[in-house]
């Protein structure tokens, strides 16, 4: 056994190795301090790690082009795909667009670099009511970069005009009984328990075991009334028929319903109990390359033009509110709408993570879906 | 086939029926695919009337354009590594013994069984320190991008490769090599000439294997890429995110054609050289 | 470059059992060789990842997600007896058995009729099996969910044929046509190998015995084409268990499988430790499963 066993033995001594190095390497390097980076300072290429189709890559090599420089786009589906590659080390990108929740995961786990706001001299034209965000309060790490929320679409051409605005409509059959096989919920966890929770009075973020079962039984009686859990398509199964009622976020919803011969047939809204508000942020990787170009990139995004590009572009809602005036008059009507939010703004609560608690949350959905 | 052997009457209906109907079943969703990457409708299902514009689309998207020749660059590099490894693999295991030889067997299944998020996982963990390591001891600068995601997708063909090699290997008997060997050839002639002809087909097989398994990786690609080095199965997979459109269709079948382009290529250069692999 | 090998040379002296050792050895010193670039890659690529994902079965979630690599337990490890994890495991193993069955039922006879057609036409014909595969699998996947929607081509072509409107979409059926789509030419590319390669002289050796086709199948073919059924079925089911696009988009994520198990304890829930003990225990589950299979099939291993 002797060749193979030196072989295992030196593969072993090798791994040992590496996991030394790694264990060594899970102490958040020294918090990183902010990079010091004059305005409009460009320190190399820009690698930007964003959402798909979240920016158009025609304004991004807009700035390459206008700062001499080249730029990169690569794109993640989800936070927690994300984090990880960013969180190891060396990942290589400049700038990245976490969420809310995800910001707070990131800064404890020293992922983020610090702004450093001399360097985003545009980022006074962010609204006030963006500001001091509980994920992040002073901002030292994060800056918004659109925000959402997520309620429910209908199709007022099969439920009619008048409709409850409550999250009974997907969770009660006395309400929504007839439409049994087209009604759809996202599958997400902390998303679709929430829609319980506040469906049933509770906060989105409770760590109350109680009420989490609580959410968890009445998504496992609304299982079997489903067309599927589904968080791509959510849009797309509404507008084609598959689904009546649409569980969603507001800026896919209200892209797909233009897309349509009659926008008008579906209607979104924020059930009076309450929806999620979410919102996406720029922000910095630890070991981010090029800091000074990261930064101009932002502050260059933080525009009232850019601002409005940006918006006009994905249809989500700006928190810039130098870019307010030049919004597309859809998009306007749409965010104005004071019928949207059923419960009014103080009915909309951010995700935040619950820490420990938080694996209840994927448990108890993996259960309620049997 | 001789005749006194090829399957009669019925049994042969079934045999061609079930032959046409696994293609039409293959097909289905790919006439779908392409038929409705020229609909004008931005959704897929709902028929819009004849247009170019998702292929316009995809022309003018720089981002697309660069995904695809990285996609075809992994894949062609890594079958083409993984291919020669899993052969060696494959012989190896077949017609010899030596010490290790089951533990290497065992490993060779790990690939193929091991769920794709937790290799994905474990890649992106190896490369964050890997590079660290070897940066140190060689002075470089590596770091993730094409030299990882071929790495990563190379470990996993490797083991594909040598199955399909295996099972045209397993129970053929090497009178054959044996006989070359007496008339006095050299091994690497009796191989080359006797074995290989031979085993071509599961070569084949293993390649055509290796480049779809390397075409299709999303989460594994997804954890080890680098900025600049997005593949188009990520970046489709990042798209269909933001809803799906004909876009995608478009995407699809050009990339359907550059690997159908890929492998006629390839046909062609065989029988150019003569063609060791057609018997 | 000499055409004769070096040992011809002793080819006049006496085989001793020395020399019979000797010539073992260096066999089996060529087999190592053989072995060698491939085995050193995997340890390096593969094997070494491993231990490292091995090792985060045994840390703990910390409560930011990460993970904690000091203290180790087996927590993740006691987390794998719960109820629903036995459900999912049940509900997996029998779908990806379901599908691998189908896979063989159908692919065995299409790998024979792709075998036994012309030389010239049958490349071409193995090629044109693979080219399909050459989207996108999500595409795929996609393109199905379209077939199977309500107003799709299929609930078109039921109600044309008079046996209603049909949808199968979020449907388990979907599920499974789904998987068995994606996994069929892993089951036909090691059986038209496997099976290509079979002297038809013992099929017509079998015939001039008397054999009907039944008998020649059985009692030829197969057991000659084993090694491809068993390849192929490793190739079709141990994916087939991990599998959670497909349930996802085809089933409408309605049930929790396997894969989308794992997935979500990576993903979702940023939960390393319980992620990496899940894909361990499967892992060692499949690897002892092949194992069974194999010394069943009266192959090596």
């Excluded at chain 1, 918006?311 to 928190?319: D, G, L, Q, R």
């Excluded at chain 2, 030299?147 to 090699?165: D, E, G, L």
């Excluded at chain 3, 008079?162 to 599920?175: D, I, N, W």
Aim: glycine share 8%; aromatic share 12%.
């Amino acid at each position: 056994m002797k060749k193979t066993h030196w072989f295992r033995l030196l593969a072993g001594l090798f791994g040992f190795a590496l996991l030394a190095s790694a264990c060594g390497s899970d102490d958040p390097s020294s918090s990183s301090a902010a990079a010091a980076c004059e305005p409009g300072q460009i320190d190399g290429d820009l690698a930007l790690y964003n959402w798909a189709e979240y920016i158009d890559e025609e304004q991004l090599f807009a700035f390459a082009d206008e700062h001499g420089i080249s730029a990169s786009i690569d794109s993640y589906d989800s936070n927690e795909a994300m984090q990880p590659i960013v969180s190891e080390g060396n990942s290589g990108f400049d700038v990245i667009v976490p969420s809310d929740y995800m910001v707070s995961v990131m800064i404890a786990a020293g992922s983020l670099m610090p702004l450093n706001y001399d360097a985003i001299p545009n980022s006074a034209n962010l609204m006030s009511d963006m500001q001091n965000l509980y994920f992040d309060p002073d901002g030292a790490y994060s800056l918004p970069y659109q925000w959402g929320t997520t309620g429910i679409a209908v199709n007022t051409e099969a439920i009619g005009e008048d409709f409850p605005r409550t999250w009974g409509l997907i969770f009660d059959p006395a309400i929504s009984g007839e439409f049994d096989g087209q009604i759809q919920l996202l599958n997400d966890p902390r998303e679709t328990m929430g829609a319980a929770l506040h469906y049933l009075g509770y906060s989105n973020n409770t760590t109350d075991m109680d009420e989490l079962n609580e959410a968890r039984d009445l998504v496992a009686a609304t299982a079997s009334r489903l067309a599927a859990f589904n968080t791509d398509s959510a849009d797309e199964f509404l507008t084609s028929g598959e689904t009546v009622i649409a569980h969603g976020y507001s800026g896919d919803m209200f892209v797909q319903a233009l897309e349509t011969e009659n926008p008008a047939q579906y209607v979104y809204f924020v059930p009076e109990e309450g929806g999620t508000l979410w919102i996406d942020n720029f922000s910095i990787a630890h070991d981010a390359p090029h800091p000074c170009t990261a930064h101009t990139f932002i502050n260059w995004m933080y525009s009232g033009e850019q601002g409005a590009a940006l918006t006009n572009w994905n249809y989500y809602n700006t928190p810039n509110e130098a870019a307010v005036p030049f919004l597309d008059e859809d998009l306007l009507d749409f965010v104005n709408d004071p019928t949207v939010l059923a419960g009014g703004v103080d009915s909309l609560e951010s995700l935040q993570d619950t820490g420990d608690f938080e694996t209840n949350y994927s448990d108890a959905f993996v259960e309620a879906k049997g | 086939m001789s005749s006194a052997v090829e399957p009669r009457g019925w049994t042969k209906a079934m045999l061609h029926a079930n032959g046409w109907m696994v293609y039409l079943f293959f097909y289905a969703p790919i006439l779908l695919l392409v038929i409705f990457s020229f609909s004008a409708s931005r959704n897929v299902g709902t028929w819009g009337g004849w247009t170019l514009d998702w292929y316009r689309e995809f022309g003018d998207n720089q981002s697309a354009r660069n995904a695809l020749s990285d996609s075809l660059k992994v894949a062609v590099f890594s079958t083409v590594v993984s291919v020669v490894l899993g052969t060696m693999a494959a012989l190896s295991l077949e017609r010899f013994t030596f010490r290790g030889k089951q533990v290497f067997d065992a490993l060779l299944y790990l690939p193929i069984i091991i769920p794709d998020v937790t290799m994905a996982v474990m890649m992106l963990l190896f490369f964050s320190q890997f590079f660290d390591v070897i940066n140190m001891v060689f002075g470089l600068n590596m770091r993730k991008g094409f030299n990882s995601i071929v790495a990563s997708h190379i470990a996993f063909s490797i083991s594909f490769v040598s199955v399909v090699v295996r099972a045209r290997l397993a129970g053929m008997d090497n009178k054959m090599e044996e006989a070359a060997l007496d008339l006095y050839a050299t091994r690497w002639k009796a191989f080359r000439h006797v074995t290989l002809p031979q085993i071509s087909p599961g070569i084949a097989g293993g390649a055509l294997l290796a480049m779809t398994l390397s075409l299709d990786d999303v989460v594994i690609t997804q954890f080890v890429a680098g900025p600049g080095w997005t593949t188009l199965p990520v970046y489709v997979f990042g798209l269909i995110r933001k809803g799906v459109t004909p876009l995608i269709n478009a995407i699809s079948v050009v990339m359907l054609i550059a690997s159908m382009t890929l492998v006629v290529l390839s046909l062609v250069l065989e029988r150019a050289r003569g063609g060791t692999g057609t018997q | 470059m000499t055409m004769v090998d070096e040992s011809v040379k002793d080819v006049g002296v006496e085989a001793t059992p020395e020399f019979e050792a000797a010539a073992i050895r260096q066999e089996s010193q060529r087999g190592f060789l053989l072995a060698l670039p491939s085995y050193a890659y995997l340890v390096l690529f593969f094997v070494v990842p491993l231990v490292i994902v091995v090792v985060y079965s045994f840390a703990t979630r910390n409560q930011f997600g990460g993970t904690d690599l000091s203290g180790w337990n087996i927590d993740s490890y006691a987390k794998l007896g719960e109820p629903i994890v036995r459900a999912i495991l049940f509900r997996s193993v029998w779908l990806a058995l379901i599908t691998t069955v189908i896979c063989l039922m159908i692919g065995y006879p299409f790998a024979y009729f792709l075998a036994t057609r012309s030389q010239r036409i049958r490349n071409v014909m193995l090629v044109f099996v693979m080219i399909p595969f050459w989207t996108n699998f999500l595409v795929r996947n996609y393109a199905w969910r379209v077939i199977l929607g309500n107003d799709g081509p299929f609930t078109k072509t039921t109600e044309f044929l008079g046996l209603g409107e049909h949808e199968l979409l979020f449907s388990q059926t979907a599920v499974v046509l789904g998987l068995v789509y994606g996994f069929l030419p892993f089951m036909i590319l090691p059986l038209y190998a496997s099976i290509e390669r079979i002297d038809t002289g013992l099929l017509e050796a079998s015939r001039d015995l008397y054999a009907n086709g039944w008998q020649s199948f059985r009692r030829v073919l197969l057991p000659l084409s084993t090694p491809g059924v068993i390849a192929g079925s490793i190739l079709c089911f141990v994916p087939s268990l991990g599998a959670y696009v497909t349930p996802e988009i085809l089933g409408g994520a309605k049930t929790t499988l396997l894969g989308s198990y794992i997935v979500t304890q990576f993903l979702t829930a940023r939960n390393w430790p319980l992620g990496a003990s899940l894909s361990f225990v499967l892992m060692a589950i499949m690897l002892s499963a092949t194992l069974v299979y194999f010394r069943k099939g009266g192959q090596t291993l």
